[in-house]
């Protein structure tokens, strides 16, 4: 019987030349060009993670009323990149360690506030349920 051994075949690539798709990949991230990274849609809504020289921001298109949100990162009410979107609802997951920096309290209930107060930096990622409205 031949054993492979992925460490030994790892140990053997040269991983310091870059490739010509890593090439490609570095021209997207740092071009102006808006480079959407995540694409959800559902019958209502498009839902946009876009990436644009470095920069990450969302974009959510109602399809019924025809108007669209842009959320830049420096943006003061952020939106964690979509994994799921569900009807009107958009579902993230950030680490403990960026819940504050995406979530608002001013949009939450006092319980939410409590449980998030208890979350700990080491904790497992968080599931996080943005409720989209036809209000843009």
């Known amino acids: 019987m031949t054993e492979f051994s992925y460490e030994k075949e790892l140990k053997q690539k ?3 030349k870059k490739t010509k798709l890593h090439g490609i990949t570095k021209a997207l991230i740092e071009s102006d060009f808006h480079v959407p ?4 849609i ?3 809504y498009i839902y946009l993670h ?3 020289n470095h ?5 959510i298109y109602d399809r019924k009323t025809k108007k669209g949100f842009y959320q830049a990162k420096d943006d003061s009410f952020k939106i964690y990149f979509g994994l799921q979107m569900d009807d009107n609802v958009l579902i993230t ?3 403990p360690y960026e819940i504050d920096e995406y979530l608002n309290e001013k949009y939450m209930s006092q319980k939410d506030i409590e449980i998030m107060e208890k979350i700990l930096e080491d904790d497992n990622p968080i599931i996080v349920k ?4 036809s209000r843009f």
Do not use: A, C, G
Not at 37 to 40: D, Q, R
């Open 14 to 16: 040269d991983w310091t």
């Open 37 to 40: 990274i995540v694409k959800l």
């Open 42 to 44: 559902n019958d209502q």
């Open 50 to 52: 876009i990436l644009t």
């Open 55 to 59: 920069k990450r921001s969302n974009y």
């Open 93 to 95: 997951m950030p680490q």
């Open 130 to 133: 943005y409720y989209l409205k």
